[in-house]
C-alpha cells in the first residue's frame, strides 16, 4: 500500500499492515499515537523522532520502533518511509520506550516489498509468509545508540531540551548547576538519577544526534564540527568515528 492513511485499514484483522508514505524535506507529524505497535523505515533521508522520554535521530539504513500507544513526533528530512503497524498481540520486542534498529539488507528487501502487498493478504500465502518473516527480523534486530534520555525533573528537562536545540560540546556541568542552584557534585547526581548517563556521555550523544541531522540535511563536515564547538574537523572526526565505526564524510555520502 501507498500514501494510504492508517485509519482507512486499521480495522482490518490482519496483525502486520505494511504502508509506504513520501514526505516533503521538513514535514513535522505532530505528537500522536497508534492503536498499533509501528516500525517507522525511512528508505531515503532521515527523521528526527521525539516523546517524553527523550530524543531519537534515525539515520538512512535504519528505522524506529514505537511502542503501541507511544505518543510521538517526527520531523521528516527528505524521507520516503516504510511503515509496519503491528497488533499489540504481535508485536515482536518487549519493551514500552522507542528504540532505533539497525536495518539489515534482508530486512531493507522485505520492507520494500512488504509495501506492494494488498491489505488484506491472507495468512497462509506469500503476502503471509513475507509479514511473519518481517517479524522475525524485527525481533533479532540490533539496537543502535541514536538516544538522547530526558529526565523528568522540570528544570533539568528544560536545560536539556535547551540543549539540544543548541548542542555545544563543551558545555560545562558547573554551568548547568548554577542554574539549578546546586553544588557540582549534587548536579552530577542528579543527572545520572535522572537520565542513567553521566553528564559528559549525554551531551557528547546530545551533539551527535545533531551531527547526523545536520550531516543528512548536506551541512559540510567542517560547518558541523564547528556549530558543535569541536576545537577541530579532525576531532570532531574522531569522536564520529568512534562512536559509529565510520567518518562523517562516508555517512554524508550514504545520507
Request: with cysteine; aromatic share 8%.
Amino acid at each position: 500500500m501507498r500514501n494510504v492513511p492508517l485509519a482507512d485499514v486499521d480495522a482490518l484483522p490482519q496483525a502486520v499492515l505494511a504502508i509506504g508514505t513520501d514526505y516533503a524535506k521538513g514535514v513535522l507529524l505532530e505528537t500522536h499515537s497508534h492503536r498499533r505497535a509501528q516500525f517507522l523505515y525511512g528508505a531515503t533521508g532521515l527523521m528526527e523522532v521525539g516523546t517524553d522520554d527523550g530524543a531519537w535521530v534515525v539515520p538512512p539504513y535504519s528505522g524506529v520502533w514505537i511502542p503501541a500507544g507511544q505518543p510521538h513526533r517526527v520531523r521528516m528530512v527528505g524521507v520516503s518511509t516504510r511503515s509496519l503497524y503491528i497488533e499489540p498481540a504481535a508485536v515482536p520486542r518487549a519493551g514500552t520506550q522507542c528504540a532505533v534498529l539497525k536495518v539489515s539488507a534482508l530486512l531493507h528487501q522485505l520492507l520494500l516489498e512488504a509495501t506492494d502487498t494488498r491489505a488484506d493478504y491472507q495468512e497462509h500465502t506469500r503476502d503471509g509468509v513475507l509479514m511473519q518473516l518481517l517479524l522475525h527480523e524485527l525481533a533479532r534486530a540490533e539496537t543502535l545508540p541514536f538516544f538522547a534520555p530526558l529526565p523528568r525533573d522540570p528544570g533539568l528537562a528544560a536545560l536539556c531540551i535547551a540543549f539540544l536545540h543548541r548542542p555545544l560540546i563543551h558545555a560545562a556541568p558547573g554551568d548547568w548547576a548554577r542554574q539549578l542552584h546546586k553544588s557540582e557534585r549534587s548536579f552530577s547526581r542528579l543527572f545520572r538519577q535522572q537520565t542513567g548517563m553521566a553528564f559528559g556521555e549525554w551531551r557528547q550523544q546530545a551533539c551527535l544526534l545533531a551531527a547526523l541531522s545536520r550531516l543528512a540535511s548536506g551541512t559540510p563536515v567542517t560547518t558541523v564540527a564547528l556549530e558543535l564547538g569541536y576545537d577541530s574537523p579532525g576531532a570532531f572526526s574522531t569522536m564520529f568515528r568512534k562512536r559509529l565505526g565510520r567518518a562523517p564524510s562516508s555517512f554524508l555520502e550514504r545520507a
